[in-house]
């Protein structure tokens, strides 16, 4: 688990060793998301962690920790929809915020 407090930056989690190949490239298939989350406009609402458990959590504040930054492809409609039911706007998915 990975501590966060309100007031840090973003954490961005990178896949480990095991999930890379020689030249440092992910070996997950499918189309490549790369989330980033905005801990400063973070309000604690939790529905990202309701949506995509496996990539969201909560820190002992409320606010998100990013657990996974490249989720695999199977994960992309919890993601999309994690993204789109922040109330914020705190979770950027390839470099947008709102996915509608
Ligand atoms: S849905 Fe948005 S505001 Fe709620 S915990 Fe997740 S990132 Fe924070």
């Known amino acids: ?3 966060t407090a309100r007031g840090t930056l973003a954490v961005t989690m990178q896949p480990g060793p095991a999930e890379l190949d020689a030249g ?3 070996t997950r298939e499918g189309p490549e998301m790369r989330l980033k ?3 400063y406009r973070c309000i604690g609402a939790g529905r990202c962690v ?9 820190d002992e504040d409320g606010i998100v920790v ?5 989720p695999p ?4 409609g919890e993601v999309a ?5 922040c ?7 390839n470099g947008v915020s709102d996915a509608e």
């Open 24 to 26: 440092g490239r992910s």
């Open 50 to 58: 309701w949506v995509a458990p496996v990539v969201f959590e909560q």
């Open 1 to 3: 688990m990975v501590n």
């Open 81 to 85: 929809e994690a993204v789109r039911m």
């Open 73 to 76: 492809a199977d994960l992309a």
């Open 66 to 70: 990013l657990l996974d930054a490249t």
């Open 37 to 39: 989350v905005d801990a």
């Open 87 to 93: 109330p914020v706007e705190a979770i950027e998915l």
